[in-house]
């Protein structure tokens, strides 16, 4: 009934807006309905793609991608670990006012949900006649629960629930919609059906099925998110190219074996590119679906990631060089734990071979999208359309401030203000805590502690960071939550 009656909201809201804007003397940016894809990595830093200068691996499907539209050098994930970034992108809130703020996971599976109060960008798209799918990695809602993918506006959902079982290429089972799908080629230790495969599937039938009508598809891919694992023709092709190699011993079995905790990798390096290639090949393939289905002149495809790299089951992200310049890891608010990729293609509307300095973040999606679908509001949400910047049309807004917040790690807080950074650790703990102000325009690794130099702007930055959020009573600083 819930689900019924925001979907009514808005319609009514849908048309009132339009209704509005033919009243109008104004108009920015020709309202149409484009196919919406976008491709979410897990955990792939900010140099992991060779079109951002990944030198010892190529990824030719998504440097064609860039090379086809617009590559963006200053986009942010909503945060800097996987659920709460989710939320930032389906909400379009920073993490100061989105329900989810860290990975709280609710046993035996899933994390704790979005409520049913809040208003989704699948939910908006469907309002306005999208079909809307989410395959691959969800982490907003265990079953049965008002967050699931279907009582947030998906029509279809295949993947994971449960961001921690998704560690796992080979489970045990995966969810279509609200069954399980059980996968007895994995029982045991077997390892029969690797998940983004069968994902990839089910999401190019998506496609096929919805090509006659405009449709939004939310690929959140796992890869290359630990366990370090990949089908063998792909180890095989970097199998001993990337030496020394780093070996990684986990948990090969036992009663919890499969339910969160990484495999053994012996050959970790050759694994990260073999997934990370895999996913290549995923994205190629997407985009030649459209070109054979002659729907690519109108889709518009996001390829990013929820954050930077990660350091467990293997990953070596300073072999690869997997954050560039840029300090910090995943769980890190340094630029290496938010600032990733984000490449936008649409054909014959976003200029192909460019690229953008606009200062973005996940928030900024829903109105984007919701733009150039007609609607110039959504509601009351952090997020500003960047359409302006992909059409090269109209007046490109810009934030007065971006701003993230981590609850694990003793608390940790960002925010940034033009070329100002302010990084704020050990939220709470004043004996252990430290504040930080950097100049990212002369210091993009954050190198250099401003804040005793220009102490009228660390104030002025202090003050913004202490009052950009709303407080939570599931989300305080004092919690260590679960790292998914």
């Not at 909503?78 to 860290?102: D, E, F, K, Y």
């Not at 629930?161 to 230790?189: I, K, M």
């Not at 359409?387 to 049309?393: F, M, N």
């Not at 004996?431 to 930080?436: C, M, Q």
Request: charge should be negative; hydrophobic fraction near 35%; charged fraction near 25%.
């Amino acid at each position: 009934m819930m689900d019924y009656l925001k979907l009514s909201v808005l319609a009514v809201f849908t048309l009132l807006v339009l209704s509005c804007r033919q009243n109008t003397t104004t108009k920015t940016l020709e309202p149409i309905k484009p196919n919406i894809i976008y491709i979410l990595a897990d955990d792939l830093g900010y140099g992991d793609l060779s079109c951002y200068g990944q030198q010892k691996f190529k990824t030719p499907n998504i440097d064609k991608l860039a090379a086809q539209g617009m590559l963006f050098t200053q986009h942010y994930s909503g945060s800097t670990v996987c659920a709460p970034s989710r939320s930032t992108l389906m909400t379009g809130m920073h993490t100061g006012h989105t329900p989810i703020r860290g990975n709280k996971e609710i046993k035996p599976e899933g994390q704790h949900p979005l409520p049913d109060s809040v208003t989704t960008l699948p939910e908006v798209l469907k309002a306005r006649g999208y079909k809307t799918a989410a395959f691959g990695k969800w982490g907003l809602g265990f079953p049965g629960s008002e967050g699931e993918p279907l009582k947030q506006g998906f029509d279809f959902f295949y993947g994971y629930n449960c961001q921690r079982l998704a560690h796992h290429y080979y489970p045990r089972y995966l969810w279509r919609n609200n069954e399980v799908d059980s996968l007895t080629e994995n029982f045991g230790q077997a390892k029969g059906a690797y998940a983004p495969d069968l994902i990839h599937k089910e999401a190019k039938t998506f496609i096929h099925e919805n090509k006659d009508n405009p449709f939004f598809m939310y690929y959140a891919a796992v890869a290359p998110h630990a366990e370090l694992v990949a089908p063998e023709p792909y180890m095989e092709k970097f199998r001993g190219k990337f030496e020394p190699e780093k070996i990684y011993k986990g948990y090969d079995e036992g009663p919890g074996y499969r339910e969160g905790r990484y495999e053994s990798q012996p050959e970790s390096h050759a694994a990260f590119v073999a997934m990370i290639t895999h996913l290549d090949d995923r994205v190629g393939d997407i985009m030649s679906t459209l070109e054979e289905l002659g729907i690519a002149d109108n889709t518009l495809v996001i390829f990013t990631s929820d954050n930077g790299p990660h350091l467990e089951g293997g990953a070596d992200p300073d072999f690869f060089d997997s954050n560039g310049i840029y300090r910090g890891y995943k769980r890190d608010l340094y630029e290496g734990g938010i600032r990733v990729p984000m490449i936008a293609m649409w054909p014959g509307k976003i200029k192909a071979n460019t690229r953008s300095e606009h200062v973005s973040a996940f928030w900024d999606i829903m109105p984007t999208v919701a733009e150039l679908t007609g609607l110039e509001e959504v509601g009351n949400i952090d997020g500003i359309s960047f359409a302006p910047t992909l059409l090269d049309e109209g007046v490109q807004k810009n934030h007065k401030y971006l701003y993230w917040e981590f609850h694990a790690k003793g608390g940790r807080k960002a925010i940034r203000k033009g070329r100002w950074k302010l990084v704020y650790y050990q939220v709470g703990n004043l004996e252990n805590s430290t504040l930080e102000l950097f100049d990212l325009e002369n210091d993009p690794s954050e190198t250099t502690n401003l804040a005793e130099e220009k102490p009228k702007l660390f104030k002025e930055m202090k003050e913004i960071l202490m009052n950009a959020r709303t407080s939570s009573d599931v989300f305080r600083f004092a919690d260590e939550q679960f790292e998914g």
